[in-house]
């Protein structure tokens, strides 16, 4: 039987949301465990498309922690988006600034390696919290190889199947604000454009997208994701359809012809933030996809993982400060990570219902992308 142990702080999960928590707790003294269920470096099924916004949260944190972001390789410089209709029209946007697209594998170890150089960061791989119950004063954690860890404060980033979400809150998978995507590294794709991303709304897939993300001039994270209501709904096979796709989609199949299809295919769940959760309560914050905080139009989550990890890490602070960990002081983190985020997520919501499904919209929408007040606005949808 191992001993059990008591921390100030267990954030549980350690992808970019649970690193990025770690790190911005760094100096405060606190003594924090981070717990892991795999074993870095691991990977995680996404597109790759890494926003300008995470080099933001880094060098809120720590300027030096953008700098060598911008360092790190592989990785593309993002400084463009194409957008392509049903009908095979398209449209070329300009973002104002420079996003990455970097492998998951690479991102994450990264963040990984940098957040375990704080020797107050006691850090366990491997390791998976089983079960969550309340103590007087705290939280109890009952792990995988048999631990009984105490803590004041856990900050649940265990992702889309958040076990501190499931025995925490009443939050449940809601398929109108949920999606499924799958994702595949494949070579040799014709015309590829290292800088710019590409995204198809493709006849018969909507509301949703395909996905071209260039990791190198000869390599792309490909990838295709719908909602998940129209997935039940239309008994949609991702995987099938994503194949579908790639085979005989004019426009998409042309560029597939001499494709090296190395990569496995991956799915995974994307739990939208296109409804508010209770994301905190007694004694836990929750951060990234365990808050349900991914773009429900472009289905981008890191950037918001980070910034709720950054944000529970000063909450956390103040929880210390004031030694109160009750629901009702806690409140104030749904606050700030909704005023930060529920009014783009509004305006995603927004898009993703009015194009979604109509497919004739779409086609116009594109087709008139070209007038300056809807050009303006298309930046928008991805950052
Ligand atoms: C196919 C697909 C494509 C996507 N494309 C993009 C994209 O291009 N750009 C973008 O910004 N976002 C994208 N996303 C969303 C993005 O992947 C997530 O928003 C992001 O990973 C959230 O980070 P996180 O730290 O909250 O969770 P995760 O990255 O999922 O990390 C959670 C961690 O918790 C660990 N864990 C889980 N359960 C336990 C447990 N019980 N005990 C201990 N540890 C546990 C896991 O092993 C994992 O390491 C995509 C998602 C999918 C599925």
Redesign the pocket.
Known sequence: MLPNETYDIVI???????CTTALALKDTGLKVLM????IFP?D????????WVVKKVLNEINPDFAKELNILEPKTYINKARLYSPKNDNIDVSFSKIGYCIKRIDLDNWLFEKACKNPLLTVRQN???KNVDYIHNGIKLTTSVGETIYSKLVIG???????INRKLTNNKIDRKHHSG???QYIKNIKELDSSKLEVYFVKNFLPGYFWI?PLSATEANV?F?MLSETISAQNIDLKKSFYQIISSSPGVKERFENADFNGEIR????PLGSKKRKISGNNFML????ASL?DPFT?????R?MQSGKMAAEIAIKCFNENNFSDNFLKQYDEIVYNKVWKTFKEHYWLQQILGGREWLVNLFIKFANIPFIKKQIPKMFY
């Open positions: 549980v999960g350690a992808g970019p949301a649970g717990l892991e269920k795999a691991r995680k099924a996404c597109g790759d498309s890494v926003s390791v998976s919290v980033c265990d992702g889309a199947n958040s076990i995507a799958v994702s993300f990838g994701g799915g995974f769940g994307l951060c990234g996809d365990a991914i289905g981008e989550g890191i950037e993982a």
